[in-house]
């Protein structure tokens, strides 16, 4: 057997450094009042937002949002922002930490 056949073969992997959001649906945020401001903390509060999250909340595009909100969130799908905008909502990214 050749030398390089006989050494093991590892590549590299960019899982480590993926960010990994978790996903909220617009139709669950018809659970907040109307003209509310709606962030990582008050989604974790009312349960929407569950688990360990490096990389925040993205708003996803599925369902039908019926009230004006300020959402604010990590990422935006290009269908949660067209539908929070067109109800007159505002789609805000959080200020970034300081290290």
């Known amino acids: 057997m050749p030398l390089i056949r006989r050494i093991p073969k590892r590549g590299f992997s960019n899982a480590r450094f993926a960010t990994i ?3 909220v649906n617009v139709e669950s945020l018809n659970f907040f009042s109307d003209g509310a401001r709606v ?8 349960g929407l937002a569950n688990g360990h999250s490096s990389g925040g909340i993205k708003v996803l595009g599925d369902g ?3 009230k004006k909100l300020t959402v604010v969130a990590n990422a935006f799908s290009a269908g949660a922002r ?7 909502g505002v789609c805000e990214l959080p200020a970034p930490k300081a290290a």
């Open 39 to 46: 962030d990582e903390v008050l989604l974790r509060q009312t």
């Open 82 to 88: 067209e539908q929070i905008e067109a109800l007159g």
């Open 21 to 23: 959001y978790i996903p």
């Open 64 to 66: 039908k949002l019926t």
